[in-house]
Nanobody, 116 residues
Framework: QVQLVESGGGLVQPGGSLRLSCAAS????????MGWARQAPGKQRELIAQ???????NYRDSVKGRFTISRDNAKNTVYLQMSSLKPEDTAVYYC??????????WGQGTQVTVSP
């Protein structure tokens, strides 16, 4: 089992940048595919970026070219660097860890607000 804690959210102006971090505790971080999802008010949660155990990366089209996911297995941490932020990026951002497609864990979320 892994516990996930996100940090780094906040208020930022359009065009600005933020870096989210997700620290994992527990065992076997390297065995987890890690991802970031977000949920805007009134909308479903959507996965926006994922980095697998072998380093394969995928992005939702809406964030491609603006967001970068990375992981540091030595620190049990996954990051989401967000740039060129838009008001429509406003959401609660969640970290996800998935092991073998069988076990999936979520963090508590961190709020990102993009507003002038």
């Amino acid at each position: 089992q892994v516990q996930l804690v996100e940090s780094g959210g906040g208020l930022v102006q359009p065009g600005g940048s933020l870096r989210l971090s997700c620290a994992a505790s527990g065992s076997g971080f390297v065995l987890y595919d890690m991802g970031w999802a977000r949920q805007a008010p009134g909308k479903q949660r959507e996965l926006i970026a994922q980095i697998t155990t072998d380093g394969t990366i995928n992005y939702r089209d809406s964030v491609k070219g603006r967001f970068t996911i990375s992981r540091d297995n030595a620190k049990n941490t996954v990051y989401l660097q967000m740039s060129s932020l838009k008001p429509e990026d406003t959401a609660v951002y969640y970290c996800n860890g998935d092991k073998y497609g069988l076990w999936s864990y979520w963090g508590q979320g961190t709020q990102v607000t993009v507003s002038p």
